[in-house]
């Protein structure tokens, strides 16, 4: 009888624990969720949308939303003024568009290291590509952008113009390839960029073609591997969207996260191999004093990873800083994942952008042209293409309006006061580069137009680099961007001059307006794909 009594005691002591527990946290998260945000919190003054669903904010109108940026590019123009745009999120989390150019400068450029990227970013991509340049914070990240600055330097791309050149041609050949025996056929064009892409950016980045990348299992490619990461289906997606939410990844039992997990590890494991080879035949020619070309390297070594182990080489003899095998792997799926995506995009939007401006394309044609006659036989140079002025504003255009990275985040690391605007530690902020670029306010009325002749006469905020943020800005600025338009001005050149784009019945269908976005996405994609006439001239 004693024993029991105590039992009940125990029972009773342990269910009043877990009651009150319990009753906290969902006091707790009543607090967080419904009385915070809208009776306590700093910035609930703050200008933005107040039509809010409840419980989940802004999250169902931008889900819904005919692209993934609309209504944000909608609040920056209302708020025009506001340096932050205050919406709620999922749980009602109170997030900041960053708006304004000056808004921009604070945080990319003026407090930089004052901000870090969200731990959910990091498990969304992080856990695949490791702390790379893209998520390293802080003194590692100054370290490793210390150290890869060199790579991205103009003499070093300039040794990859001769592969932008053949991949440009590659691309041109395989949709040669999709035309009839006239010459002429209407091809989905984001499909066509988007199945070369990977190939094309694997040429630049690890000079091998990455289907080459096999394993002595004939079911485990590279590519497969890639794909299943990058393209998953509807459920990995959606594990991969909880994950970022509740770190659940190890502890699910399903076949759909297996994969995904071992594909991930396969694709770390045949870079891996390909870094220890690239640094033995790397080694062997530098110590026999024997160009690349003795050592037959892949690619004959113009790639970045060539480029990055002999960099590695050089700096190793001078007993300085380097990075080991693992962080030019987290390096090369840094940049693998940043070039494939954004490239296929770039190319898809400039065709989209030639074949509904007949003129844009007359124009733009009439100067390659020009250009290809007077270099005719000889190789064209990066610095004489780098020249070409309407060349130059049409990309920058088409990189303006339809630029293909959608989103990021920052969190300040303390309480601080930008623009007037406290912000308290751990904020998520908003940057879409789109704002800016299609800000009415810095832009003008005709900011959602092509207008490539805009770029000879930026005044105002126009002309600061805060307003045109496709590549971010500041410290963080996008490293491969010189890079990024190399390649695009190369492919523009190449597909101009060999075909002409015209609207498909599709597009006609549209009557002007821009096609529906795919949304929710990662990048700016069309939803129905990019059905385009194309003529080979
Ligand atoms: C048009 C194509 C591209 C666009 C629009 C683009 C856009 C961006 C943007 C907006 C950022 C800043 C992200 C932030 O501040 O959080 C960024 C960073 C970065 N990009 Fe790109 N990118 C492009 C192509 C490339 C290419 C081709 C590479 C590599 C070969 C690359 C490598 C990187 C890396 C490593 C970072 C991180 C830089 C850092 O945090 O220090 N990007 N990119």
Same mark, same amino acid.
């Given at each position: 009888g004693k024993y029991q009594a105590k039992d009940f005691a125990t029972q009773t002591t342990l269910l009043l624990f877990c009651g009150l527990f319990l009753a906290q946290y969902v006091l707790l998260t009543l607090y967080r969720v419904i009385v915070y945000p809208h009776f306590?919190? #700093?910035?609930?003054?703050? #200008?933005? #949308?107040?039509n809010n669903w409840p419980l989940v904010g802004q999250f169902g109108h931008l889900i819904r939303a005919s692209s993934p940026n609309e209504l944000q590019i909608e609040w920056g123009n209302t708020w025009s003024t506001a340096p932050f745009v205050r919406y709620l999120s999922l749980a009602n989390e109170e997030t900041l568009l960053i708006n304004t150019p000056e808004a921009h400068k604070e945080v990319f450029q003026t407090h930089c290291y004052a901000f870090q990227k969200p731990d959910v970013l990091f498990r969304f991509i992080g856990e695949i590509i490791g702390r790379g340049l893209l998520f390293a914070e802080g003194a590692e990240h100054k370290r490793q952008r210390r150290i890869l600055y060199e790579l991205f330097s103009m003499p070093n791309l300039k040794k990859l113009m001769p592969v932008f050149q053949e991949a440009a041609a590659g691309l041109a050949e395989f949709m040669d390839r999709e035309l009839d025996a006239e010459g002429k056929g209407v091809i989905d064009v984001m499909e066509c960029f988007s199945k070369m892409a990977l190939d094309l950016t694997g040429l630049t980045v690890v000079g091998v073609e990455l289907e080459n990348l096999k394993t002595p299992d004939p079911k485990i490619d590279f590519l497969k591997c890639f794909k299943r990461i990058f393209q998953p289906s509807a459920l990995s997606a959606l594990i991969s969207f909880i994950n970022t939410q509740v770190p659940v990844r190890r502890w699910i039992p399903l076949e759909a996260n297996y994969g995904y997990i071992r594909a991930t590890k396969e694709v770390r494991r045949l870079l891996l191999e390909c870094v220890r080879q690239r640094i033995i035949d790397i080694d062997r020619a530098n110590e026999k004093n024997e160009t690349f070309a003795a050592v037959e390297l892949p690619g004959s070594g113009r790639d970045l990873l060539t480029i990055m182990v002999q960099e590695r080489w050089r700096v190793n003899k001078m007993a300085g800083d380097v990075l080991n095998e693992e962080d030019i792997v987290n390096q090369l799926l840094t940049f693998l994942v940043a070039g494939h995506e954004t490239s296929a995009g770039n190319s898809t939007w400039a065709v989209y952008c030639l074949a509904t401006h007949p003129k844009i394309q007359a124009t733009l044609r009439a100067e390659i042209m020009d250009f290809l006659e007077q270099t005719k036989g000889a190789t064209q140079q990066w610095s004489e293409i780098d020249k070409l002025p309407y060349l130059n504003n049409f990309c920058r255009e088409v990189l303006r309006r339809y630029c293909p990275s959608l989103a990021t985040y920052r969190e300040p690391i303390t309480d601080m006061t930008l623009c007037g605007t406290f912000i308290p530690k751990g904020t998520p902020l908003l940057f879409m580069p789109a704002v800016a670029n299609l800000s009415r306010a810095t832009?003008? !009325?005709? !900011?959602e137009d092509v207008v490539p002749e805009r770029w000879d006469r930026l005044t105002g905020d126009a002309a600061t680099p805060y307003a045109f943020e496709t590549f971010g800005n500041g410290p963080r600025v996008c490293i491969g961007r010189n890079f990024a338009m190399m390649e695009f001005k190369t492919q523009v050149i190449e597909l101009v001059r060999r075909f002409r784009f015209e609207r498909s019945p599709q597009l006609e269908a549209l009557g002007g307006a821009p096609p529906a976005m795919m949304n929710p996405a990662i990048s700016l994609w069309p939803r129905d794909g990019m059905p385009v006439k194309v003529v080979r001239v």
């Open positions: 306590v919190s #700093p910035m609930r003054y703050l #200008p933005g #949308p107040k832009w003008g !009325a005709d !900011a």
